[in-house]
């Protein structure tokens, strides 16, 4: 079934009338856990009583709301700043992993077909590639046949955690990107275009012949977008395939993750996928209403434990169990009341 997140972000946004004797919770912030959220809010809502308003604004976003306590919780793909989580008296932890993929409109080009390296990609939004027939795009793709057509890149125009995401893997795969742009929310971009939201950039992309842009696995497979092979760390050319997200989150190392910021950027194995990234929440440690923030950790420590096949139904990743439990119990012994 095709899901429009457009119109999903219009849904979350939107104050609807609780159902009788249903509690509600408000969060913002990425876009790229909206879609799981959206579906854990709905099954939540018939098992616990909570109703889940989301507001899908991005990551800059979530963050600066949830510092100034306007909403129960953030959402940030992004790990904020250790200083600023101090400061902010939060409390971040991770609910699920997801994929950013990469998303193309080139005539004759079908799902898949398309073979990337990391460092050309890089080279694309540096706007030093400029044509899909490019000696060096043509030479990654023998036998496919390109056409002499611009290239149109496609980036956030907000603060954006699937932006974070993007370009610390384009820094990894490029030192040039790394010392000239590098990696943040909201970078200084050499070439293309803006759009908002994960949703922007799909409308844009399958809108604008010869576009390219990066999404979470999601958008891309509900909305039926062309995605591209990528080369990962190991030299080998993968599909986004969720067994491919899979390889590249088992290698994720929690154990020594400061705030759960775990990296599985340009993770090693053959068939790993390069850019998997968790999405954290940012849960205030003095909530003002400690009922309501009960209800925040008990509609996560549901969809920890009931919630994983409606991540997976959607190219999501659930964490490790012991991940789950480490963040139950940051949020026992960490969060008043």
């Not at 200083?83 to 998303?103: C, D, F, H």
Request: aromatic fraction near 10%.
């Amino acid at each position: 079934m095709k899901i429009s997140f457009k119109a999903l972000a219009i849904t979350l946004v939107g104050f609807t009338p609780l159902a009788a004797g249903a509690q509600q919770i408000t969060g913002a912030g990425a876009t790229f856990p909206a879609p799981v959220y959206a579906k854990w809010g709905e099954a939540a809502k018939a098992a616990l009583g909570i109703e889940l308003n989301y507001q899908a604004i991005g990551s800059g976003g979530g963050q600066n709301q949830i510092l100034n306590r306007t909403v129960d919780f953030g959402a940030s793909d992004a790990p904020m700043d250790a200083a600023k989580l101090e400061s902010g008296n939060l409390l971040q932890v991770p609910t699920v992993m997801g994929a950013v993929v990469v998303i193309v409109n080139v005539p004759g080009v079908e799902m898949n077909q398309m073979k990337l390296p990391g460092e050309l990609v890089a080279d694309i939004y540096a706007g030093k590639v400029s044509k899909w027939n490019d000696p060096r795009i043509v030479e990654a793709n023998k036998g496919l046949t390109l056409p002499n057509l611009a290239i149109a890149p496609v980036y956030r125009a907000d603060g954006s955690g699937t932006t974070y995401v993007w370009t610390s893997y384009l820094s990894a795969v490029s030192p040039d990107w790394k010392s000239k742009v590098g990696f943040a929310t909201s970078v200084k971009w050499p070439a293309g275009a803006g759009a908002k939201g994960n949703d922007g950039i799909a409308a844009t992309v399958r809108n604008t012949k010869g576009a390219i842009g990066y999404v979470e696995s999601a958008y891309a497979t509900q909305n039926k977008l062309i995605t591209t092979q990528l080369r990962n760390r190991a030299g080998f050319y993968v599909s986004p395939t969720p067994a491919a997200f899979v390889i590249a989150a088992s290698n994720a190392n929690w154990r020594d993750a400061k705030n759960f910021a775990a990296d599985m950027i340009d993770q090693p194995g053959d068939k790993s996928w390069p850019i998997v990234s968790a999405t954290f929440i940012l849960l205030p440690k003095d909530p003002k209403d400690p009922a309501r923030a009960a209800n925040v950790t008990k509609f996560f420590d549901w969809a920890y434990t009931n919630g994983g096949a409606i991540a997976t139904s959607l190219d999501y990743i659930p964490l490790p169990e012991a991940v789950q439990n480490a963040a139950r119990s940051a949020w026992i012994a960490q969060i008043k009341g």
